[in-house]
């Protein structure tokens, strides 16, 4: 009972400093309004945790993971998955599971607080791009990619397919602000355009002309 009670105080905790930081920026959060929006003391903030920094931290790792289960969290292709299709699918998940509001927000203030707070952009990296990265590596080296798809470096190839995917769009709304967050259906297209470019990539052509299978 005293377990159940106090995951819901950390709950409570964690969705209250999300308003605050994405509202506030990391400066303009104080401790007292997170307590008051959670209902909870301060101490009891202090007690899961210990300061402003590593419950910043906490939100950023939070949110990053949260948003990368979304992605990563589906079965993969077997032997009679089209590759094209299931990349594709996969990168117009990823673009839509990112490029939110919210997200980039964060992304924004991190950006903002890495000369004073490195571990910021380590947890974002390393539960985001790192673990988009890893788990596309994994992916490539199962059968159903590796036999089909000649990838002499798993992980190489998955960092190229990431950012082909990501970079572009990424860049426009983290600079332009969130109008500049594309259609679904742009998605998509961009998602399938930049799935052909890495497949073409990839593909070994035999002496004859003719693509290997």
């Known amino acids: 009972m005293n377990e159940g009670r106090s995951e819901r105080k950390r709950r409570a905790i964690l969705e209250a400093a999300e308003e605050v930081f994405l509202h506030g920026g990391y400066l303009g ?11 909870v003391s301060k101490q009891t903030v202090y007690k899961h945790f210990g300061n402003k920094e590593r419950l910043f931290i906490e939100i950023v790792t939070h949110m990053t993971t949260s948003a990368g289960d979304l992605v990563h969290d589906q079965p993969g292709p077997t032997a009679d998955t089209d590759l094209a299709t299931y990349l594709t699918d996969y990168a ?27 571990e910021l952009a380590e947890a974002l990296y390393h539960h985001g791009p790192g673990r988009a990265i890893d788990n596309l590596a ?5 059968p159903s990619f590796a036999g089909r798809l000649p990838i002499d470096d798993p ?15 990424i860049n426009r709304v983290m600079l332009l602000g969130d109008d500049a967050i594309p259609t679904s259906e742009e998605l998509r297209l961009h998602a399938a355009q930049s799935v052909r470019l890495f497949l073409a990539a990839h593909t070994r052509t035999e002496p004859d002309g003719d693509p290997s299978q």
Do not use: C, K, Y
Request: no cysteine.
């Open 29 to 39: 959060t104080n401790m007292d309004e997170i307590a008051a929006r959670s209902q």
């Open 92 to 118: 117009h998940r990823q673009l839509t599971v990112v490029l939110t509001p919210r997200l980039m927000r964060v992304r924004r203030l991190v950006i903002g607080e890495v000369p004073r707070f490195p």
């Open 138 to 142: 994994r992916l490539f080296t199962q």
């Open 155 to 169: 992980h190489e190839a998955a960092s190229r397919f990431n950012w082909l995917v990501m970079s572009e769009p």
